[in-house]
């Protein structure tokens, strides 16, 4: 693994408001993308989750909230990309319909995939599934060695995302031009206030590609570093370990203006599983909704009926901004700049 760099967190003091160190609003600009939260249910519960999903979790899409977002998707053409993820969003209700919908308007769909659901019973058909309609998969893959990997998602999910991998690139994964499969690097959970910056995304995908062609004959796209961003299981482990200032400290301390231009939730609307709209996936699980420039929530419901998905002027902050805006950045898409 590439060498972090290691620096010590500052003093324990107030955290400058999110809003404040940009000194203006954070401002929504048109809408390019729809990413769909599908539900809860994973059937893996990976330690550093913001979702906090498991096998036990059972909230997912209802019919009547899929089929308006069918017809959000059918409405409106200026929805470049549907980015499904959840849970693991192959085993929850709406997955199927909402691809085939955007794929027929020939919209760009994201599958956020943990690879291991492949071999969960009624899930064989998915690699199938996805290289005939052509999605593109971001998979999970936290490290490129079993040990990191194991420790962060359980026992075996290393040997199995391998096993995938390799199943995904017979299919033309990661080799057709038309089959694309970017993988995603969390970097560990810090377990002591030396924390460190997600490593330069460049040299860690050169460092994956490496070895798990050498050792699996495995190919893959584009590699994207995801800093752990303070929610979910990660805010309930920082806080166990009363880290969770010091952490976001350490994130504020390195706070990069040029990054906020190319911040994912600039262009994008998140919908939870209710329908709900928010600016992003993690104000989705802080239970922060979007508001309109009249200061109301969102639906899909509401932006159907309004017949425009730019209704947001201003994109609702807090703390654990800092993790999108700390160093090279980061996003769904991976490192900002
Ligand atoms: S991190 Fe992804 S794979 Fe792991 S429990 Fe959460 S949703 Fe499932
Ligand atoms: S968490 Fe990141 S993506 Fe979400 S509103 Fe904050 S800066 Fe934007």
Redesign the pocket.
Known sequence: MSSQKVINAPLDSAITP?RKKLNST?TKKPITVLQINLGKRCNLSCRHCHVEASPKRTEELSPEVCHQLIELIHRFPQIQIVDLTGGAPEMLYGFEPIVEAARVKGKQVIVRSNLTIYYEKGFGHIPEYCARHQLRIVASLPCYLADNVDKMRGIGVYNASIHALQWLNRLGYGRDPNLVLDLVYNPQIPSSDNFALTPNQEILERDYKEFLYKHFDISFNNLFAITN?PLGRTKFHLKHKKLYKPYLHFLESHFNSSTVEH????NELSIDYLGNVY?????QMANLPAKTRNGETLTVAKLLEAGTLDLIDE????P??Y???AGCG??CGGSLV
């Open positions: 999110f954070l961003l911040l994912m939730c600039r600016d992003c996936d993690f104000n994109i609702r902050t807090a654990y901004c993790g999108c805006t980061s996003s």
